[in-house]
C-alpha cells in the first residue's frame, strides 16, 4: 500500500470525527489529531478501532498512546501489516 493510499484511508476514518474543517481539508503526514483536527480523545479510541477494522490488525495500548499524529498512524499501520 502507497503512502498516498494510506493517508486516503486514514482521511475516511476520520472524517466523521474532525471538529476544524479547514484543517482537514489540508490533512498531511503533519497533521495532528487532536491539536489541528480538533478530535477529543473519546472520538480518538473510535478511530482507533475503526483503523483495527479497515485493516484488520490488533492494536496494542502502547500503539494506541503514539498514535496522536497522522504520521505516527501511518508508522504503526504499516509496521502492523508488515508485521
Known sequence: ?????????LKIIV???VQD????????????????????????VD???DIEDEFDIRLENEDMEQMLD???AMAIVTAKLNG
Open 21 to 44: 474543517e479547514a484543517a482537514f481539508k489540508t490533512l498531511s503526514e503533519d497533521t495532528d489529531f487532536v491539536s489541528d483536527l480538533k478530535i477529543n480523545s473519546a472520538n480518538l
Open 70 to 72: 497522522v504520521k505516527s
Open 15 to 17: 472524517a466523521p470525527y
Open 47 to 49: 478511530i482507533i478501532l
Open 1 to 9: 500500500m502507497t503512502k498516498d493510499d494510506l493517508i486516503a484511508k
